[in-house]
């Protein structure tokens, strides 16, 4: 996907995200940072904030930096940490997702949701959060992946030429996110609604 389509496309959504796409993956959100959450107490990256849906929910114990490619998203999610006195959010900046502005081994925990289908590369996104991460750390992602048979998995393939227009793959392989060599797969179940999002958490080795 060009990054520019991208950018425009999230321009258009910015508006009325929270209530279409937004309302669609609350469970994958909320289940992702109640993972969050029960890990100890460290810093977090959100990798592709967005309007800043899930900032509310984190623990207050956290130190969360939220990044986004959109300027329309992260003026919302701005917005969202002034109302609510979001104190656990330590800062929310434009970036690049291919190109984190942060060092080596950084982040006790990273969160992409909902994010690497609509990324350019995400490989190097993934492997960027995986830079980024601490050895030991994990990385939870939350995604819609494309499905190998029946009715869905047809709408998917039939859907998949208009990614620009929409904002994100629907034809997106799991595969994509797991060829990182320094992650290895703790958790990977289904979610409501019809097992459509995939909950992910990846572990970045010791070793890295």
């Known amino acids: 996907m060009d990054i520019n389509a991208v950018k425009t496309s999230y321009a258009r ?3 009325v995200y929270d209530k279409t796409f937004g309302a ?3 469970v994958g959100r909320r289940r992702s940072v109640a993972y969050v959450n029960g890990r100890s107490a460290g810093k977090v990256l959100e990798v592709g904030v967005g309007t800043g849906l899930a900032l509310p929910f984190y623990d207050p114990k956290l130190n969360v930096t939220g990044i986004d490619f959109s300027d329309d998203m992260l003026e919302k999610a701005r917005k969202k940490v002034r109302k609510k006195d979001l104190s656990h959010v330590e800062s929310l900046r434009q970036m690049d997702a291919r190109d984190l502005d942060f060092p080596d081994n950084h982040f006790d925990t990273v969160a992409a949701m909902h994010i690497v289908s609509v990324v350019p ?3 190097r996104v993934v492997a960027e959060m995986a830079r980024v991460c601490k050895p030991g750390g994990h990385i939870v992602i939350t995604n819609h992946f494309a499905r190998d048979k029946g009715f869905l ?3 998917e393939r039939i ?3 208009f990614s620009n227009l929409l904002g994100w793959h629907s034809d997106f392989e799991v595969s994509t996110v797991l060829g990182e060599p320094t992650l290895s797969v703790v958790e990977k179940k289904t979610l409501p ?3 459509m999002m995939t909950f992910l958490v990846l572990e970045k080795s010791k070793a890295a």
Do not use: F, K, L, R
């Open 153 to 155: 998995a047809a709408v």
């Open 159 to 161: 859907s998949a030429p």
């Open 13 to 15: 959504w910015a508006p």
């Open 121 to 123: 590369e995400p490989e």
């Open 24 to 26: 669609i993956t609350n």
């Open 193 to 195: 609604p019809m097992g």
